[in-house]
């Protein structure tokens, strides 16, 4: 847990968030900013801050069977969706704890911008 991490705040509830699903390992809330219809983000609840600063296979493992789990209960799987991470500057990454985003609910444009 990192004091001053947003993301960290959210699952410790200091800061409000739609959380849409948890386990041990991982929760998963509606970004803030939604880019589409369903525009979810699962985390670990251990902060790591990015995917370049992860080691642990199983935690980086779970966030995406955790983020297709969430596409069949939202209603997006068989119509389809993206996972994304963004890392470091060029991608845009804004907040440095670890995150999936799950977007899905209308067609997605490739290459992204
Ligand atoms: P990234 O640019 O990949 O680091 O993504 C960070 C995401 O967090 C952005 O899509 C933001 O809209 C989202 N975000 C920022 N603050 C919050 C918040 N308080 N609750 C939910 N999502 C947030
Ligand atoms: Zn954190």
């Excluded at 219809?37 to 985390?43: A, E, N, R, T, W």
């Excluded at 966030?63 to 209960?73: G, N, V, W």
């Excluded at 963004?86 to 992204?112: C, E, I, M, S, Y």
Aim: proline fraction near 4%.
């Amino acid at each position: 847990m990192a004091d001053d991490c947003l993301f960290c705040r959210i699952i410790r509830r200091e800061i409000p968030a739609a959380i849409v699903a948890e386990d041990a390992h991982c929760i998963a809330f509606r970004d803030i900013n939604a880019q589409a219809p369903v525009h979810i983000l699962v985390v670990p609840r251990e902060h790591i801050s990015s995917l370049d600063a992860a080691t642990d296979a199983a935690a980086v493992g779970r966030l995406a069977l955790f983020a297709a789990e969430l596409a069949r209960t939202e209603g997006i799987a068989a119509s389809g969706y993206r996972t994304v991470f963004n890392t470091n500057a060029d991608a845009g990454q804004t907040v440095f704890h670890l995150h999936l985003h799950l977007l899905g609910g209308r067609a997605l444009r490739w290459p992204p911008g």
